[in-house]
């Protein structure tokens, strides 16, 4: 690999503002790293802003390129990554902001460490664009990676670099609901591809309350344990056995229980007297009770390492 390599950055877009896909498209051609090509997909014709900013923007190493329909985000970035010419990919979301020497910070780390797959430290952002948390750490060596796969991703999605050769032996992204970027990392690894992150922040992360992430937290964590479980033969999982167990009655079992977790939490955090101290005898009885305490314990640890 050369030391400047051609960079393709991969985005889709759905549902953003004018505004924010602006911003975020500028975030990318005003990069200090020059030699990039900026493949946009549209997944929803029927938002014209879309376009709208990529005309604005009038960069000539944009190429833009529209779904005919709305056909999600996995399709939409193997379309990206089949339309590529450059040996990295960077991934990139429509609302999100790339720091300035985000692509440099990442390639010199990749060369540096020898590494397959990098992501960054990021900041939260409201739909406003302001701060609500300055940095969230992520492990940053692939040991300290391996060591807390088991509880979600460590690599943030929208950071992501990525050699082309990884994409290409693992046939892209998996039709995996709400969970296409952590099945991806649990691949990699298995077929012995190199991880890590940088210890700096290099994105502005936006939370948005329409998210998808949000409104389906819960099948999203059912799908993420799923898969941890089944981490150490992942290659055996299909997606025909994925979408199997999303139609099971135990997944709609454990999504019931779930929910009424969820709704348990609500009580206990409105409630008073008598009906708070039952509700909390009651949720120290239910599975997932402890799972999230594992799981915030875990959290916490994790950006520490």
């Not at 399709?75 to 902001?97: C, H, K, P, V």
């Not at 060369?111 to 952002?125: A, K, P, R, S």
């Not at 991703?153 to 032996?169: G, I, N």
Request: overall charge positive.
């Amino acid at each position: 690999m050369s030391n400047t390599p051609k960079i393709s950055v991969i985005m889709s877009a759905y549902n953003e503002s004018f505004d924010e896909l602006s911003r975020s498209i500028d975030s990318i051609i005003n990069q200090t790293y020059k030699n990039i090509e900026f493949i946009i997909v549209s997944d929803n014709p029927e938002n014209k802003e879309i376009k709208k900013a990529v005309q604005v923007a009038n960069d000539q190493r944009i190429k833009y390129l529209e779904n005919k329909e709305n056909v999600g985000l996995v399709q939409s970035l193997n379309r990206a990554i089949s339309e590529a010419t450059g040996s990295i990919i960077t991934r990139m979301d429509a609302d999100d902001i790339s720091k300035k020497t985000r692509l440099k910070d990442e390639l010199q780390y990749m060369q540096q460490n020898n590494l397959d797959i990098v992501g960054t430290f990021i900041e939260i952002i409201d739909e406003k664009g302001v701060v609500q948390k300055e940095t969230m750490r992520f492990p940053v060596t692939a040991a300290h990676v391996k060591l807390f796969m088991r509880w979600g991703s460590c690599l943030a999605h929208p950071t992501w670099m990525v050699k082309l050769k990884v994409y290409q032996e693992l046939n892209g992204y998996r039709n995996v609901p709400r969970c296409e970027d952590y099945d991806f990392i649990l691949r990699a690894m298995a077929h012995g591809y190199k991880v890590g992150n940088i210890p700096k922040v290099e994105l502005s992360y936006r939370i948005r309350q329409s998210g998808i992430s949000k409104s389906n937290e819960a099948e999203q964590f059912l799908m993420r344990d799923y898969l941890a479980h089944n981490m150490k033969q992942i290659d055996s999982i299909t997606e025909e056995s994925i979408t199997k167990f999303l139609n099971s009655e135990g997944f709609h079992r454990r999504l019931g229980q779930l929910s009424h977790y969820k709704d348990e939490k609500l009580i206990i955090k409105n409630a008073t007297g008598i009906k708070k101290f039952i509700t909390i005898t009651k949720i120290l009885k239910n599975r997932f009770f402890w799972k999230d305490i594992v799981e915030k314990i875990t959290l916490l640890l994790r950006e520490r390492v």
